[in-house]
């Protein structure tokens, strides 16, 4: 078995066991994609920055490396699909493989603008506006209004951000560990199953309280 299909059955293996236990219900999902930095030095045996890492602009910062393509539940916060690309493919390109299709809302930053027109089925799309619209809006009820929006849009998916700083500080990915993309990519789902774990784990234990049994 290869290490990409050893770690897609470790991942789909540990999201059923939550899915049974009731804590990953899939009902609306968050789409998110967060670069995970890959060396830029070519001080290295080739001489050459790794050909499958790439360079991407994000606000007024340069990013090389990889992102991690994930979806989180809504509900629950944990994550229930995980691919990988170069860091220069656009978020939205990869929105209609990652949802599962059962959705009834979708969260999303502003870069999946335009997701609704690639994906199918009936899901209610709630997409961050862009802060240069807000400020081209004159003040009044509708700026209020339009704020409050994008307020509740952003709790909901600040969601993201927990399993993603789980594999950071729990785990340890600061970098990418390995050369190209599809090593890179099972250590990434790998890591992500564990954070479902790690983010479970208390509501998982108190489960095994519950049916261990007394003695006599």
Do not use: C
């Not at 991407?56 to 992102?67: D, E, I, L, S």
């Not at 009834?104 to 502003?110: G, H, M, N, R, T």
């Amino acid at each position: 078995m290869e290490a990409n299909d050893l770690a897609e059955d470790i991942f789909k293996q540990v999201n059923a066991h939550l899915t049974r236990k009731g804590l990953l219900l899939k009902r609306g999902s968050i789409v998110d994609a967060p670069i995970i930095a890959a060396p830029s030095s070519t001080k290295n045996s080739t001489g050459e920055r790794d050909p499958e890492m790439h360079q991407t602009k994000k606000g007024n910062q340069w990013h090389f490396g990889m992102k991690a393509d994930i979806v989180v539940d809504a509900e629950s916060g944990l994550v229930h699909t995980v691919t990988a690309t170069a860091a220069n493919e656009a978020d939205v390109e990869q929105v209609a493989d990652l949802l599962h299709g059962k959705e009834e809302q979708a969260w999303a930053d502003s870069d999946y603008r335009g997701a609704q027109a690639r994906v199918t089925g009936d899901v209610q799309w709630h997409i961050a506006g862009r802060p240069s619209d807000m400020a081209k809006m004159p003040e009044g009820r509708a700026k209020a209004r339009a704020r409050k929006n994008e307020y509740e849009k952003a709790s909901i998916q600040a969601k993201v951000e927990h399993p993603f700083r789980v594999i950071k500080r729990q785990f340890g990915l600061t970098k990418v560990r390995f050369k190209g993309l599809a090593k890179n990519t099972a250590h990434v789902i790998t890591l992500f199953a564990l954070s479902n774990l790690w983010m479970a784990r208390r509501k998982l234990v108190a489960m095994m309280g519950q049916v261990r049994p007394h003695a006599a």
